[in-house]
């Protein structure tokens, strides 16, 4: 059975840093890519960023560019996501998912599993 575990969500002042972390179990997800998407309330889920588990490739909604990074390690089946310069806007619940590799990246329905989510509350 998979599993997708989200931690590291939490609530910060703007301008603080956070680093999510989602753990992924049940079978072996080197050929797969990882993602993280966000649903803040009463608005629809949006991808946030993208890679593969070596990280030779990553992709940022632009509302996240130069402030979010993504990184996967393989040897730990985690993917991270380091959140910098954050913003009141950035407050939702950050979802991973897996999807195969090739899926569209920033489309939900690429994404065949999703972690429970954790949230993030961004204070002025």
């Known amino acids: 059975q998979v599993q997708l575990v989200e931690s590291g969500g939490g609530l910060v002042q703007a301008g603080g840093s956070l680093r999510l972390s989602c753990a992924a179990s049940?079978?072996?997800?080197?050929?797969?890519?990882m993602g993280w998407f966000r649903q803040a309330p009463g608005k629809e889920r949006e991808f946030v960023a993208a890679?593969?588990?070596?990280?030779?490739?990553?992709y940022y909604a632009d509302s996240v560019k130069g402030r979010f990074t993504i990184s996967g390690d393989n040897a730990k089946s985690t993917v991270y996501l380091q959140m910098n310069s954050l913003r009141p806007e950035d407050t939702a619940v950050y979802y991973c998912?897996?999807?195969?590799?090739?899926?569209?990246?920033?489309?939900?329905?690429?994404?065949?599993?999703w972690g429970q989510g954790t949230q993030v509350t961004v204070s002025l």
């Open positions: 049940g079978r072996t997800f080197g050929a797969y890519r």
């Open positions: 998912a897996v999807r195969r590799p090739a899926q569209a990246v920033d489309v939900m329905t690429s994404y065949e599993y």
């Open positions: 890679t593969s588990w070596n990280g030779d490739t990553t």
